[in-house]
């Protein structure tokens, strides 16, 4: 009778193992956070020949800033939304305070996004995915023959497009690589006061490589 007792439990421990497993796969479903760090390229844009000489001029640097987001698995396909705070190194190394590809010598500011994504599980591990939303940049004003901000800004409305790949590294904790491409078509000033301008018409472009880390709850 033991014997028989320790041949059943044995072997209900053997069926139930897969289903622990599949149980503590990751689900991409729910509410998460991230850390997020890449190269970040402003320049001026293609659809607008600025006729000045300085086409392809534009600033690069290092972005870092943090995303939230919340996720709906459907099966083999997810879909969720999204929003995230960045700022970025990126500045003009040029001390004429002359035009930099039509906005003077600036450094780049903060970045909001919002947003949404929707992609497929490759594999119950790996998600592909696509993403577009909405993106308001900043960018400081710079003093003419030093690295001091001033008080002006330039305030950029656009759109954002984009792709990548997340992978679970466990029930809670991911990691993605992703490519972001932005376009800015409106822009004001913004002065230290609190005054800013009538919307004028820009043609910036952005581009980005990002890797994050982080965690779903």
Same mark, same amino acid.
């Given at each position: 009778?033991?014997?028989?007792?320790?041949?059943?439990?044995?072997?209900?421990?053997?069926?139930?193992?897969?289903?622990?497993?599949?149980?503590?796969?990751?689900?991409?479903?729910?509410?998460?956070?991230?850390?997020?760090?890449? +190269?970040?390229?402003?320049?001026?844009?293609?659809?607008?020949?600025?006729?000045?000489?300085?086409?392809?001029?534009? /600033?690069?640097?290092?972005? +870092?800033?943090?995303?939230?987001?919340?996720?709906?698995?459907?099966? #083999?396909?997810?879909?969720?939304?999204?929003?995230?705070?960045?700022?970025?190194?990126?500045?003009?190394?040029? @001390?004429?305070?002359?035009?930099? @590809?039509?906005?003077?010598?600036?450094?780049?500011?903060?970045?909001?996004?919002?947003?949404?994504?929707?992609? /497929?599980?490759?594999?119950?591990?790996?998600?592909?995915?696509?993403?577009?939303?909405?993106?308001? #940049?900043?960018?400081?004003?710079?003093?003419?023959?030093?690295?001091?901000?001033?008080?002006?800004?330039?305030?950029?409305?656009?759109?954002? /497009?984009?792709?990548?790949?997340?992978?679970?590294?466990?029930?809670?904790?991911?990691?993605?690589?992703?490519?972001?491409? #932005?376009?800015?078509?409106?822009?004001? /000033?913004? @002065?230290?006061?609190?005054?800013?301008?009538?919307? @004028?018409?820009?043609?910036?472009?952005?581009?980005?490589?990002?890797?994050?880390?982080?965690?779903?709850?």
């Amino acid at each position: 009778m033991r014997k028989l007792m320790v041949a059943t439990l044995l072997g209900s421990a053997a069926v139930a193992a897969p289903a622990m497993a599949q149980n503590v796969g990751p689900t991409f479903t729910g509410p998460r956070v991230e850390a997020i760090l890449g +190269y970040d390229h402003v320049g001026a844009g293609s659809d607008v020949d600025n006729d000045n000489g300085r086409d392809d001029q534009s /600033i690069d640097g290092l972005l +870092y800033g943090i995303g939230a987001g919340y996720d709906v698995n459907l099966g #083999s396909a997810v879909v969720g939304v999204e929003g995230e705070w960045t700022g970025s190194t990126a500045k003009s190394d040029r @001390f004429d305070p002359t035009d930099q @590809f039509g906005f003077g010598r600036v450094s780049q500011g903060r970045d909001l996004y919002v947003g949404a994504r929707a992609g /497929i599980l490759a594999n119950p591990a790996t998600l592909i995915y696509v993403k577009g939303g909405y993106t308001n #940049s900043k960018l400081n004003v710079l003093a003419g023959n030093t690295n001091e901000t001033t008080d002006t800004a330039f305030k950029l409305d656009g759109w954002r /497009i984009g792709g990548g790949v997340e992978r679970a590294i466990n029930t809670n904790t991911f990691a993605k690589v992703e490519y972001r491409y #932005s376009k800015y078509s409106d822009a004001k /000033i913004e @002065f230290a006061n609190g005054a800013t301008t009538e919307d @004028f018409g820009i043609d910036t472009d952005r581009h980005q490589v990002v890797a994050s880390v982080g965690w779903r709850f």
